[in-house]
Nanobody, 116 residues
């Protein structure tokens, strides 16, 4: 499975961005897709995940501001980020996990920078 992320950039606090992650390859093996982020000097952390059935999970820090969605026909997962804060600044990584939880795939990171 290959994951191609896009949509990062520079935005002012309070602004919005939408990240996209297109999956290709053995996509039928994938159940959960999601986004993680890593800020400088910090560990990578979960942002949001969505299963193939549409069940979602969010980090407390983004609840009410970020929305994850998935277009199974396009094999793409999106992360709509609203009301961005400087602390959301990080490299965001797309992630996919197989049905048997045996394999995890990562896309290349996309930088999100929120200026105050």
């Amino acid at each position: 499975v290959q994951l191609q992320a896009s949509g990062g950039g520079l935005v002012q606090a309070g602004g919005s961005l939408r990240l996209s992650c297109a999956a290709s390859g053995n996509i039928f093996s994938v159940n959960v897709m999601g986004w993680y982020r890593q800020a400088p000097g910090k560990q990578r952390e979960l942002v949001a995940t969505i299963s193939s059935s549409g069940s979602t999970k969010y980090a407390d820090s983004v609840k009410g501001r970020f929305t994850i969605s998935r277009d199974n026909a396009k094999n793409t997962v999106y992360l709509q980020m609203n009301s961005l804060k400087p602390e959301d600044t990080a490299v965001y990584y797309c992630n996919a996990v197989t049905w048997d939880w045996a394999k995890t795939y990562w896309g290349q990171g996309t930088q999100v920078t929120v200026s105050s």
